[in-house]
């Protein structure tokens, strides 16, 4: 008895979001992932998607203020990337077009392509509001846990994140869960006063700066825009591919597979067409969305040459590049 409220303290009383008085599509967390949620209204022939809602394991946030008037409404949720392993999502089988950092975007209901910049598809599933328009979407995982033990689960594993032993993440307390709580509110330095929001933004930060989900991913950790290639060797022969845009605090994901090289090269560019991040290796590039093979001759061939920096993939699945404004962050 006394653990289970010790780790109430250390979790910031393990207080409880009830849905957002007026709210009218709201969202719940009952993993242990920290999620971000898009939602789509669909009303023929039109669609209006939005994103991203974050939500913290155990609480729950407004994803829709408007009456669910519309005729469909679809949502995706996704696993935050301070998360190790595989990604999660929660979606389903209909293709909506989305962006990496925080969106809204009004287009057809069933365009061929994401023609919008930056934007790409993922799949979203309809949510069952049964005609109401006010409604309550809990985000589960097997087996289904209490808003309580979802916030229990959820620090866990983000302990686990953040280096600290941890044992099988769920919502029972234990000793090396109040202690690596302690520990990491001590070394953060958290006030005494300090509750869940502070707690799992510290936890997140922290564990982004350590994860390194499969593939291979760009953070922009400038205030600026930025345009990213990458230069890779893939049967022998040099390959750049780009570009991907890469909004202010956000990050995108320009590989999603596990790497399988020695070596990735990264270029980011600003608006004004000057290197953030660049280096020694080089590649070709356009002006234009791109993918090159082979990196000789490239003005000869009517394209642009540009030196690309070498970051460290050799032997890892997974590669976060954080870009500072004084570049790439070793």
């Known amino acids: 008895m006394r653990l289970t409220f010790s780790l109430a303290v250390l979790l910031g009383l393990l207080a409880c979001s009830i849905a957002p008085a007026k709210a009218a599509l709201t969202l719940c967390n009952r993993t242990s992932y920290i999620l971000y949620a898009a939602t789509s209204a669909i009303q023929s022939p039109r669609s209006q998607t939005q994103g991203w809602t974050r939500i913290i394991p155990g609480e729950c946030q407004l994803a829709r203020k408007e009456p669910l008037t519309a005729e469909t ?128 933004d510290a936890l997140e930060r922290e564990a982004r700066t350590k994860i390194a989900p499969a593939g291979y991913t760009v953070c922009n950790e ?44 990264l270029l980011a560019l600003r608006k004004n067409g000057s290197a953030v991040v660049g280096g020694a290796a080089h590649f070709c590039t356009t002006s234009a969305a791109f993918e090159i093979r082979g990196a000789e001759n490239c003005v000869t061939r009517g394209l642009n040459d540009a030196g690309f920096a070498a970051t460290p993939v050799k032997g890892v699945s997974g590669y976060v590049a954080h870009i500072s404004p004084a570049g790439l962050k070793r």
């Not at 620090?155 to 109040?178: Q, V």
């Open 222 to 265: 400038t205030r600026e825009v930025l345009q990213v290639a990458l230069g890779m060797m893939e049967g022998g022969k040099p390959l750049s591919r780009g570009w991907w845009t890469v909004q202010p605090g956000a990050c995108a994901k320009a590989i999603t597979t596990p790497l399988h090289s020695d070596a990735a090269y």
């Open 73 to 200: 409404y679809l949502v995706h949720a996704r696993s935050s990337l301070a998360h190790s392993g595989p990604a999660r999502a929660w979606g389903g089988a209909y293709p909506v077009c989305v962006k990496d950092a925080n969106f809204t975007i009004a287009q057809g209901v069933t365009p061929l392509y994401c023609t919008a910049e930056d934007t790409f598809a993922l799949p979203f599933a309809p949510l069952d509001n049964r005609g109401k328009s006010v409604w309550i979407m809990n985000f589960d995982e097997k087996p289904v846990m209490s808003p309580i033990e979802a916030q229990l689960a959820g620090a866990k594993r983000l302990l686990a994140d953040n280096g600290y032993k941890i044992g099988r993440i769920d919502g029972k307390p234990d000793k090396l869960t109040g202690l690596g709580l302690a520990d990491f509110r001590r070394r953060m330095k958290l006030a005494a006063t300090a509750g869940n929001t502070e707690l799992f």
